[in-house]
């Protein structure tokens, strides 16, 4: 397993772990009527659909999709990375920003999500840049 | 390497995956700074496109290539099915999206895509086996 895919796996697990625990949270806002805690729904869900899901597969298919050329078989290592990095640090910055914005609303924070939107999304175009030379017949 | 299909699977779910993002950045920045209040209509097609068009459609064309194969020649099975089953996908997936336009085909686009996802378990129901039988 290439180094990019082992922590990106791991990463997904940690996040996982996360949003079980945002899970909890909701659960608990719900019984306890923590108003605190407003804005956390939408954090859990991508916590576990784009730092779990989509991070295990962004992994597994650097990991194993068809080789790119004998030289470079993952396509740019590079661009992996970049990928790794763009995608925790946009979700890193939602998780925090998103649920201030929501109970305080406040520039500092709105700007935040703007700059983790920009990111996340070039996340994703990274990861298509770097694997679609690899989904090929031959 | 890939069968063709796989090829149009996995493209299509990148693409898929970007337009996802998109929505999703626009509506992200949206809580943010409030630009266009409007944009968060588009919520049920970010979700659309990334949880049918990028991870569900991933998952079909990935395991078309690499589930266990039959005896050459036919060594996928039924291809005919599965190009219908991915035809109708997307074709589906983007009648859901014009639900932002026309709320009524939201039930059309979701028909299209149960007769994808049937068709295509129907297709490769039989590749689901130990290897080598």
């Not at chain 1, 962004?58 to 068809?66: A, I, N, T």
């Given at each position: 397993?290439?180094?990019?895919?082992?922590?990106?796996?791991?990463?997904?697990?940690?996040?996982?772990?996360?949003?079980?625990?945002?899970?909890?949270?909701?659960?608990?806002?719900?019984?306890?009527?923590?108003?605190?805690?407003?804005?956390?729904?939408?954090?859990?869900?991508h916590l576990l659909v784009f730092g779990w899901l989509?991070?295990?597969?962004?992994?597994?298919?650097?990991?194993?999709?068809?080789?790119?050329?004998?030289?470079?078989?993952?396509?740019?290592?590079?661009?992996?990375?970049?990928?790794?990095?763009?995608?925790?640090?946009?979700?890193?910055?939602?998780?925090?920003?998103?649920?201030?914005?929501?109970?305080?609303?406040?520039?500092?924070?709105?700007?935040?999500?703007?700059?983790?939107?920009?990111?996340?999304?070039?996340?994703?175009?990274?990861?298509?840049?770097?694997?679609?030379?690899?989904?090929?017949?031959? | 390497?890939?069968?063709r299909l796989s090829v149009w699977f996995v493209r299509?779910?990148?693409?898929?995956?970007?337009?996802?993002?998109?929505?999703?950045?626009?509506?992200?920045?949206?809580?943010?700074?409030?630009?266009?209040?409007?944009?968060?209509?588009?919520?049920?097609?970010?979700?659309?496109?990334?949880?049918?068009?990028?991870?569900?459609?991933?998952?079909?064309?990935?395991?078309?290539?690499?589930?266990?194969?039959?005896?050459?020649?036919?060594?996928?099975?039924?291809?005919?099915?599965?190009?219908?089953?991915?035809?109708?996908?997307?074709?589906?997936?983007?009648?859901?999206?014009?639900?932002?336009?026309?709320?009524?085909?939201?039930?059309?686009?979701?028909?299209?895509?149960?007769?994808?996802?049937?068709?295509?378990?129907?297709?490769?129901?039989?590749?689901?086996?130990?290897?080598?039988?």
């Amino acid at each position: 397993m290439p180094t990019p895919t082992r922590w990106f796996i791991k990463t997904s697990f940690v996040y996982l772990a996360l949003a079980l625990i945002a899970g909890l949270l909701l659960a608990a806002r719900s019984l306890f009527g923590l108003t605190a805690l407003g804005g956390l729904f939408p954090v859990y869900i991508h916590l576990l659909v784009f730092g779990w899901l989509t991070q295990l597969v962004f992994g597994v298919v650097y990991w194993m999709f068809p080789k790119y050329s004998a030289e470079k078989p993952r396509g740019s290592e590079t661009l992996g990375w970049w990928t790794y990095a763009l995608l925790n640090v946009g979700l890193a910055l939602r998780a925090i920003a998103e649920p201030v914005q929501s109970v305080h609303p406040n520039p500092f924070a709105g700007w935040t999500l703007v700059v983790s939107a920009a990111i996340q999304f070039c996340a994703g175009l990274t990861f298509v840049l770097n694997s679609w030379n690899r989904v090929r017949e031959k | 390497m890939m069968p063709r299909l796989s090829v149009w699977f996995v493209r299509a779910s990148m693409i898929y995956l970007l337009a996802g993002f998109t929505l999703g950045a626009l509506m992200l920045a949206q809580d943010g700074i409030s630009y266009a209040p409007a944009v968060m209509a588009v919520l049920p097609v970010h979700m659309e496109f990334l949880l049918v068009g990028w991870l569900v459609q991933l998952a079909m064309g990935v395991a078309f290539w690499i589930f266990p194969r039959f005896g050459l020649p036919h060594s996928r099975g039924n291809e005919t099915l599965i190009w219908a089953s991915c035809l109708l996908l997307n074709a589906g997936i983007l009648v859901v999206a014009l639900e932002l336009w026309i709320p009524a085909v939201f039930l059309i686009g979701r028909i299209l895509e149960t007769g994808a996802v049937i068709i295509y378990a129907a297709g490769l129901w039989r590749r689901v086996k130990p290897h080598g039988t």
